[in-house]
């Protein structure tokens, strides 16, 4: 454990410099927010005709909203922390607002982000054999939705550099379901990291499209330890305890490679970067931050559970897909602030609390040098 814990933590310093923002953060007059169900406040809610999936039952929502919203967690997501901190309102699902999009109605935030988005586009994953239960809405509808919204916001082009230029514009996290889509249906690992380049292209073009269009500030999130979600260490479950890190139970395997798609994603922001020295762009480091959580879940009062999801049907990591948490056959555990995970799959509000923390006032990272 010894050797594995000092990179970490080295890297976890390396993301102080981004903490600097706060002061600026601040003087945001407006939040765009693209991605997944780590980041959708409602979009696949109200959009979608299937209101039977699990996580729009109680009791997602429990602890803050007290009814489903939509959103994947016991109550809110970074993205609410963010707003709070901001002094701006939740933001608000684009599918709520789009049918009477105006500046007026707008107030700061709308999120694009989608439950079960994909970075690279429907069509071409699904011609690839992936399939995608939830949405066609990936990375680049978001952006289109987007551009078809700007309009209604600012009324000339200088208006809308003036709002974007004042706005902080959150990608991410996003491409982590491009790989759980394959990888959960029995793709090999080989044949996944194949994708990582083209996730990472696909959100390299986005953040140029909403440079062009006026942005100064995004935030960049990687993909979290997957290794370490109940669902992937139940259908990977093994006797073979070299693939586990015996500190944390997570398997290493995925952990390493959800490290690949985030370094690969750091070089090509930083060539971003280059490209454009004026803009602020800035890797979040979603993974470092919630393994933090797994080496010291004390410390963040993670007593109840780490590997296990609070919310689940059973199992030795309280996660069956056959018994989702949402569903009659499964039930939650009594104090959720307690767990890492939620639901085998999302993260509890309290951890999402940690890692809004974390980012924005540095507070954590500061703490948990010692
Ligand atoms: C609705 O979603 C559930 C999974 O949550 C799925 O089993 C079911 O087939 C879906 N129904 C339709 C009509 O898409
Ligand atoms: C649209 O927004 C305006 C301004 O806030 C409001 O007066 C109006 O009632 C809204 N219409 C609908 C259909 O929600
Ligand atoms: C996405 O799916 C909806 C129906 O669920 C369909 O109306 C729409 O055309 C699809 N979009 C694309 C780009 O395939
Ligand atoms: C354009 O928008 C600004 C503020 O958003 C407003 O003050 C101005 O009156 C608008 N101009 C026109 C021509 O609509
Ligand atoms: C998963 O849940 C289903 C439905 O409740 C149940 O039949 C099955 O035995 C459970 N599997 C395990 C491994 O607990």
Not at 13 to 37: E, H, M, N, T, V
Not at 89 to 114: D, I, T, W
Not at 201 to 227: C, D, Q, R, W, Y
């Amino acid at each position: 454990m010894g050797s594995s814990s000092s990179p970490y933590l080295i890297n976890f310093l390396l993301i102080l410099p981004l903490i600097i923002i706060p002061k600026a953060l601040g003087c945001y007059s407006a939040i765009f927010s693209f991605g997944d169900s780590i980041t959708d406040t409602g979009n696949l809610y109200i959009s979608s005709k299937n209101s039977s999936f699990h996580f729009f039952f109680p009791p997602y929502g429990e602890t803050y909203f007290h009814r489903p919203t939509g959103r994947c967690s016991d109550g809110r997501l970074i993205i609410d922390f963010i707003a709070e901190y901001l002094g701006l309102p939740h933001v608000r699902p684009y599918l709520e607002l789009k049918s009477n999009a105006s500046a007026q109605n707008f107030k700061g935030a709308v999120n694009f982000a989608m439950v079960g988005a994909t970075a690279l586009d429907a069509a071409f994953l699904a011609a690839m054999g992936d399939h995608n239960d939830y949405t066609n809405s990936s990375l680049g509808t978001q952006l289109d939705w987007f551009k078809e919204m700007l309009p209604s916001l600012c009324n000339t082009s200088s208006n809308c550099k003036k709002l974007l230029s004042s706005s902080l514009v959150l990608v991410g996290e996003i491409g982590g379901n491009d790989y759980n889509d394959a990888l959960l249906a029995g793709k090999s690992i080989e044949q996944v990291q194949t994708y990582v380049p083209l996730v990472i292209e696909e959100i390299s073009t986005t953040i140029k499209e909403l440079i062009e269009l006026g942005a100064m500030t995004l935030m960049v999130p990687g993909n979290f330890p997957i290794g370490c979600l109940p669902i992937y260490l139940t259908k990977f479950r093994t006797s073979d305890e070299k693939q586990y890190d015996s500190s944390t139970g997570c398997l290493n395997w995925l952990n390493k490679f959800a490290e690949y798609h985030n370094d690969q994603l750091q070089i090509e922001l930083s060539q971003v970067q280059r490209l454009h020295p004026n803009v602020n762009i800035i890797y979040v480091d979603y993974y470092n931050a919630v393994m933090h959580f797994y080496h010291s879940p004390d410390q963040f009062g993670f007593i109840g559970g780490t590997v296990e999801a609070c919310c689940g049907g059973g199992g030795p990591y309280n996660y069956n897909s056959s018994a989702q948490c949402g569903s009659l056959e499964a039930s939650a555990c009594e104090n959720p602030s307690q767990f890492i995970n939620w639901d085998g799959i999302h993260f509890t509000e309290a951890a999402y609390r940690w890692i809004a923390k974390g980012l924005l006032r540095g507070k954590l990272i500061q703490h948990s040098q010692y």
